[in-house]
């Protein structure tokens, strides 16, 4: 069972951080008022700057007793909460002190190689994030012994290459697809101020509770927003079948071949998987949840 976790500077940074970044430089608000604001955003991050630097400080990464284990297992948790609101350099850096701590003892590195992959690489963990998981496996590669290792070492290779792909800042890899009446596009051809991406199946169970309502989302039928709505496989006998009207702002279609999965274009580790892009196809959010898509848009558009 998945541990809580929770990081409340992590929550007001994101919040300030957000409508920064998403503002796109049309700020309503006076320059008291955006002083005031980036002052609030640089305090949040030196709070969690600090509390990433000294999360550790009294863990000891060599005790495997139960109860240790229990609190090292909620300080993960935490800590890759908060590593998701952190600049690059300070992730990259504790990171790397963790690793350091965790992997030096040949007996125990299995124990804390599982529980990366359990938190960050597990399809169905609530903290799965390939950003964060990417400075796990770069610092991870490097300890494995090439003699008794190399199961484990294969797995983080081929994680990492999944992981890299389509991060956040990233142009989107581009695809061919197939719409309902049967013309051929391409992801790089696709308009829109922004571009949601929502790659799902008529055979997954989420997808056939998520989708009638993400069809139904007025937010996604704003003016300047265009979804492509992709079945990223190659049996599409259940797709054609599964015919659902959708609005006029929708692209409704299915990657020929199976291209996307067949090619590994896309990390999708579970299906509904939702990336918002912007109008040059850069990647701004990855496999993102719909409620917190819902709550990027209403900033976006100011509502």
């Given at each position: 069972?998945?541990?809580?976790?929770?990081?409340?500077?992590?929550?007001?940074?994101?919040?300030?951080?957000?409508?920064?970044?998403?503002?796109?430089?049309?700020?309503?608000?006076?320059a008291?008022?955006?002083?005031?604001?980036?002052?609030?955003?640089l305090?949040?991050?030196?709070?969690?700057?600090?509390?990433?630097?000294?999360?550790?400080?009294?863990w000891?990464?060599?005790?495997?007793?139960?109860?240790?284990?229990?609190?090292?297992?909620?300080?993960?948790?935490?800590?890759?909460?908060?590593?998701?609101?952190?600049?690059s350099?300070?992730?990259?850096?504790?990171?790397?002190?963790?690793?350091?701590?965790?992997?030096?003892?040949d007996?125990?590195?299995g124990r804390?190689?599982?529980?990366?992959?359990?938190?960050?690489?597990?399809?169905?963990?609530?903290?799965?994030?390939?950003?964060?998981?990417?400075y796990?496996?770069?610092?991870?590669?490097?300890?494995?012994?090439?003699?008794?290792e190399?199961?484990?070492?294969?797995?983080?290779?081929?994680?990492?290459?999944?992981?890299?792909?389509?991060?956040?800042?990233?142009?989107?890899?581009?695809?061919?697809?197939?719409?309902?009446?049967?013309?051929?596009?391409?992801?790089?051809?696709?308009?829109?101020?922004?571009?949601?991406?929502?790659?799902?199946?008529p055979?997954c169970?989420?997808?056939?509770?998520?989708?009638?309502q993400?069809?139904s989302?007025?937010?996604?039928?704003?003016?300047?927003?265009t979804?492509?709505?992709?079945?990223?496989?190659?049996?599409?006998?259940?797709?054609?079948?599964?015919?659902?009207?959708?609005?006029?702002?929708?692209?409704?279609?299915?990657?020929?071949?199976?291209?996307?999965?067949?090619?590994?274009?896309?990390?999708?580790p579970?299906l509904?998987?939702i990336?918002?892009?912007?109008?040059h196809?850069?990647?701004?959010?990855?496999?993102?949840?719909?409620?917190?898509?819902?709550?990027?848009?209403?900033?976006?558009?100011?509502?």
């Open positions: 069972m998945m541990l809580r976790f929770a990081a409340a500077c992590s929550v007001l940074l994101f919040s300030c951080a957000s409508q920064a970044k998403f503002d796109g430089g049309h700020e309503r608000i006076g008291d008022e955006e002083s005031v604001r980036q002052d609030t955003i305090d949040a991050r030196g709070r969690l700057n600090y509390k990433l630097e000294h999360l550790w400080d009294t000891s990464f060599s005790d495997t007793t139960a109860l240790n284990w229990k609190v090292g297992e909620q300080h993960f948790a935490d800590f890759v909460d908060m590593l998701r609101y952190a600049d350099v300070t992730a990259q850096r504790v990171v790397k002190h963790y690793i350091e701590q965790g992997f030096a003892n007996d125990l590195r804390y190689d599982d529980l990366i992959h359990h938190y960050l690489g597990s399809a169905d963990s609530p903290l799965r994030n390939d950003v964060v998981y990417v796990f496996l770069r610092e991870m590669l490097p300890y494995y012994d090439p003699a008794t190399m199961t484990r070492k294969e797995r983080a290779t081929f994680q990492l290459s999944m992981a890299m792909k389509n991060n956040p800042g990233m142009s989107a890899t581009d695809f061919e697809f197939v719409d309902r009446d049967g013309r051929k596009g391409r992801l790089s051809e696709v308009e829109g101020e922004l571009i949601v991406l929502v790659f799902n199946a055979d169970e989420k997808c056939q509770r998520l989708m009638p993400l069809i989302e007025p937010r996604l039928r704003r003016t300047g927003i979804v492509l709505s992709i079945y990223p496989d190659e049996d599409t006998e259940q797709w054609k079948h599964d015919r659902r009207p959708v609005p006029d702002n929708w692209i409704d279609a299915y990657s020929p071949n199976g291209a996307i999965i067949q090619q590994a274009l896309y990390s999708l579970v509904p998987s990336y918002l892009l912007d109008g196809h850069r990647v701004l959010m990855k496999d993102v949840s719909p409620q917190l898509l819902m709550h990027v848009l209403d900033r976006r558009f100011g509502e």
